[in-house]
């Protein structure tokens, strides 16, 4: 659906300035001004710049699927941690991999359900069933490197996609992500806007994480506790407690509930996603706390988080456009399935593999922090949740307040 949209909207827009372009050009009697067309972009030049909503630059690069063989799989890590896998990576991933020309039946995208040896498992089954590259996304580094340790083995490419397998097999490997040290920097000054705002004097501040074992989750923290560990090293604020951290919702409500009730003076959370932050949010709603009142931290942009954004009870979430990351992460399969080096206009980054002492080419794309009064301009121009969504069960007059429609 969002495909379809997408396109029509584009359509419409190029139809528009067309047409504009033509009144133009009839009715004015200047001079011709002198344009230089834009490089057509195809598979030996295209850029990590290319990518849109339309998948116009998958398109570009379908010459490439005659070049190679067998299919292409990715494989996500659970249904829990967020709901992007299932709503924006999974079918974003399937457009990306059609429009570069691949058939359905080379098309492989699957959910290890946060099972690690569900993960290997599919591995296995890719292998065998003839994947030439595999984009893995497993909950932690262990699982990750097995994986790349069996498609290596066999001869199969893998790609880090959303998370880099730290120690992983570095040979031909590939990652594709968000600047996930800047999606903390960006919680962490979310935060400290936000009590600004909402004028939470003395802030005491209850400090989550995502999982331990999870890279991401490193880099996330950060970049928040490097904007936030001055403001506790000066004294103006408080960091009451740091739990261990987890991407499982339920526990994340258990952790904060215990560090609550131990320090029941604090005052705002750094929450690292949406998923997190909303059940915490009902704890907090069932303690009598009212909107503007307890700054709270997300990411992801869910259907949750937004809602909870405008109804007060969260700051903002950080916006990661996913339908960027699942174009960059197929156009690099598919010069990997065509044995083709990807151009260098492709990859605008490097990573450090810490384990390995290695840095991994990566693209590496552009989150946003979107508030109340973004969420029309960014979340539902994008089309990546609707507006009809957000503004039901009760949230038509949040959507008018802040110009959602």
Not at 339 to 361: F, H, R, W
Request: hydrophobic residues 40%; charged residues 15%; neutral net charge.
């Amino acid at each position: 659906m969002f495909r379809i949209k997408s396109r029509l909207l584009v359509a419409g827009v190029v139809g528009t300035a067309l047409a504009g372009g033509l009144f133009a050009a009839a009715s004015s009697s200047a001079q011709p001004v002198a344009t230089t067309a834009a490089a057509k972009v195809t598979y030996k030049n295209l850029s990590y710049k290319d990518f849109s909503l339309n998948y116009s630059a998958m398109r570009a690069i379908a010459p490439l699927a005659k070049k190679g063989t067998g299919s292409v799989a990715f494989i996500l890590p659970d249904t829990t941690s967020s709901t992007r896998y299932t709503e924006f990576d999974a079918p974003m991933l399937t457009v990306a991999l059609e429009d570069a020309g691949l058939k359905a039946s080379q098309i492989n995208i699957q959910n290890a359900g946060g099972s690690d040896s569900t993960f290997i498992t599919d591995v296995q089954a890719d292998i065998t069933a003839g994947a030439k590259v595999i984009g893995i996304d497993p909950e932690d580094s262990a699982t990750g490197d097995k994986a790349e340790q069996l498609a290596a083995a066999a001869g199969v490419k893998t790609i880090d996609y959303d998370r880099l397998t730290l120690g992983g097999e570095t040979s031909g490997t590939y990652y594709v992500s968000f600047n996930n040290t800047y999606v903390g920097t960006l919680l962490g000054k979310g935060l400290v806007a936000c009590v600004k705002a909402w004028k939470v004097k003395s802030p005491k501040v209850i400090v989550m994480r995502g999982s331990p074992t999870d890279n991401n989750a490193t880099l996330f923290a950060n970049g928040y506790l490097a904007v936030l560990n001055p403001l506790f090293n000066k004294g103006t604020w408080k960091n009451l407690a740091s739990p261990a951290g987890t991407w499982d919702p339920p526990t994340a409500e258990t952790e904060f509930q215990q560090a609550f009730t131990a320090n029941p003076s604090a005052n705002a959370l750094l929450s690292p996603n949406d998923e997190n932050a909303a059940p915490i949010i009902t704890y907090l709603q069932s303690q009598g706390v009212k909107p503007n009142k307890f700054p709270v931290t997300g990411q992801d942009a869910t259907l949750v988080g937004i809602q909870n954004i405008i109804s007060g009870y969260q700051c903002g979430t950080v916006y990661k456009p996913i339908y960027l990351e699942a174009q960059a992460a197929s156009a690099l399969a598919m010069y990997l399935r065509a044995g083709i080096t990807p151009p260098k206009t492709l990859i605008n980054s490097t990573t450090e593999d810490t384990v390995s002492n290695y840095a991994v080419p990566s693209i590496l794309e552009t989150p946003e922090w979107v508030t109340p009064n973004l969420v029309e301009k960014t979340i539902v121009a994008d089309q990546f949740v609707p507006a009809s969504q957000i503004c039901a069960g009760g949230f038509l007059a949040d959507c008018k307040k802040y110009g959602i429609h």
